[in-house]
């Protein structure tokens, strides 16, 4: 035990102390009253300033859940302030109808708001933010029943009697909830954990009766400040600066299925709130025996409840579509994504690339300029990459693909596409582009291979080159629409076909001629008597070398 929380418990000890003596020794008169009104406002400052302590080196729920207790052991200390005022100052008995009893219920809001965040869990991000306000409804329901059921009876139509048996009610069940949440975490949590729990719940359990004893007290008008009956109210708050005490070092424990589980129970209990509402503004219309201020009270509070409600679930709603769309944004990215090179895949090309073909198209339409309107297609294929396998294995040849993906997105333009085309076969497509600069962009491919050797894994490395053909759309600029860009993709593949046989390790473009196609770039002239209506391009059945 460190010399800090020595001086902590001390602190509480010596404050009990000074209560059961004053209540021992002393006559009713200031002098009791005084010593009794400041060992208890003492106390409560004590937890406040340990609960806070606690939230200091937490994160997430759990400092949330400490930040939580702290706030609700500082509404009792304002109402023990304001009760001193009537002590001490004014010197007159506390009114029957007494505004600060709110601050006596709203700590029991704060302490459940805690524990159903389940402080023990790791929070996750998707939890943080529907949970919070998953909260903030539940906190309002129960801010709601308090005002409907007591409010009422304190300012719309003044009755000590119905005031004091409703609030007395409506404790008890906060208390009864709590005790259920902790027995449940209890259950739930283990070790340390599990152990603090324990504590607490003794702890709320012993304040409840000791609270429940003096509020008999004080209806029965038996009740004078620094008699017995503070005794173990008193008591009660040093066991909460113990249990304070006892939470320093907990740490959040990983529990993916549990929290999960959780936050489903915990949004269903927000629905129910929600539901609830309607319900209680036909019993509040049917109720028999009210008068018609309480009906039209307790019926404009459900109200307004139900429009902050309303507004919540709505905020709450509107999280979920934005959550929807953004998985619904990865699981398309993840689809149209290969996964090795992290470039796009065919999935992606098919669902662009009538876009891009209706805006050439249109651009030819219109008579735009010939260096931004041709769309060109390059067909990149890895030479000898069979042999990368066999000889290094798979594994290299999987760091020979994304290092090639890496020189080739380095040799294109921003505008262009590159897209994995299937093995080691690559397609650029070159939007707004020039097709008398095609040459261009395919040497500097072939230039980004020829750079440097490739790493396969130390101390091997490999000269790895490629081979290249390229067709540009439309295949006619004269008639646009004369053939598909499926059909200007297979001479691009047949281009690639003649650079692999002339010798690898270059580019080979295609372009219209009076007998079909011929060949645009290369070291040689080659003659190729394709025919327009031959059927679309598919991908390559095996690798070309």
């Given at each position: ?11 509480a ?67 023990q ?7 001490l100052?004014w ?102 954990w ?8 003794g ?13 008999r007290?004080l ?28 939470g ?16 489903s129970?915990?949004s ?42 309303a ?47 209706a ?9 735009n ?20 396998n066999d ?15 890496r ?10 596409l590159l ?11 070159s ?9 261009i962009l395919?040497?500097?491919v ?13 101390p091997?490395?490999?000269q ?8 540009a ?57 394709l ?15």
């Amino acid at each position: 035990m460190g010399s800090s929380t020595k001086v902590w418990i001390g602190t509480a000890v010596i404050l009990t102390l000074a209560q059961v003596l004053a209540s021992a020794l002393l006559p009713r008169g200031l002098a009791l009253t005084a010593i009794s009104d400041f060992a208890l406002a003492l106390l409560l400052l004590a937890l406040v300033l340990a609960f806070a302590r606690n939230a200091i080196p937490a994160r997430g729920r759990l400092r949330a859940f400490w930040i939580m207790q702290s706030v609700g052991w500082f509404m009792l200390l304002i109402d023990q302030l304001w009760w001193m005022l009537y002590d001490l100052v004014w010197q007159k008995p506390l009114p029957m109808l007494f505004a600060g009893d709110a601050l006596l219920f709203l700590p029991g809001v704060m302490m459940l708001a805690g524990f159903l965040l389940q402080p023990h869990l790791e929070q996750s991000k998707r939890s943080a933010r529907l949970g919070t306000l998953d909260f903030l409804l539940l906190m309002l329901w129960w801010i709601f029943f308090y005002v409907y059921l007591v409010t009422c009876w304190q300012y719309v139509s003044p009755n000590v009697d119905l005031y004091n048996k409703n609030y007395d009610r409506l404790y008890m069940v906060e208390i009864l909830v709590v005790m259920v949440v902790l027995c449940t975490l209890l259950k739930r949590s283990t070790g340390t954990w599990r152990r603090f729990y324990a504590f607490y719940l003794g702890a709320v359990l012993f304040g409840y009766l000791s609270f429940s004893l003096e509020n008999r007290a004080l209806e029965l008008n038996v009740y004078f400040n620094g008699s017995w009956y503070d005794t173990p109210y008193v008591g009660s708050f040093a066991v909460f600066l113990i249990v304070a005490l006892s939470g320093r070092g907990l740490q959040l424990c990983r529990d993916t299925g549990e929290r999960e589980r959780y936050g489903s129970w915990l949004s269903v209990l927000a629905i129910l709130a929600v539901l609830s509402l309607p319900v209680i503004v036909l019993a509040a219309v049917l109720q028999h025996g009210v008068s018609l201020e309480i009906m039209h009270f307790r019926v404009l509070v459900t109200a307004v409840a139900m429009f902050v409600m309303a507004a919540l679930v709505f905020m709450k709603q509107k999280l979920l579509h934005q959550e929807l769309k953004q998985a619904n944004q990865v699981l398309e990215e993840s689809s149209t994504t290969d996964p090795l090179t992290g470039i796009r895949n065919r999935r992606f090309f098919s669902a662009t690339i009538e876009r891009d073909v209706a805006q050439t198209i249109r651009a030819y339409a219109e008579g735009n300029d010939l260096t931004e309107r041709d769309l060109i297609f390059y067909l990149i294929d890895l030479d000898n990459f069979k042999k990368v396998n066999d000889f290094h294995g798979h594994d290299a040849g999987d760091r020979v693909l994304i290092e090639a993906s890496r020189r080739i997105s380095s040799a294109i333009r921003n505008s262009d596409l590159l897209v994995r085309w299937g093995g080691e076969e690559f397609l650029v497509v070159s939007r707004f582009t020039d097709r008398r600069q095609a040459p261009i962009l395919a040497e500097r491919v072939l230039n980004a291979f020829r750079g440097k050797p490739f790493l396969v894994g130390a101390p091997d490395n490999v000269q790895q080159t490629c081979s290249i053909g390229w067709a540009a759309f439309p295949w006619i600029e004269k008639d646009v629409e004369a053939i598909g860009f499926d059909g200007v993709l297979k001479y691009a593949d047949r281009g690639l076909y003649r650079a692999k046989k002339a010798g690898k390790d270059q580019a080979i473009g295609m372009s219209p001629s009076l007998n079909g196609a011929a060949a645009a770039v290369g070291n040689e002239a080659l003659a190729d008597s394709l025919q327009l209506s031959e059927p679309a391009l598919m991908p390559s059945a095996g690798p070309r070398d």
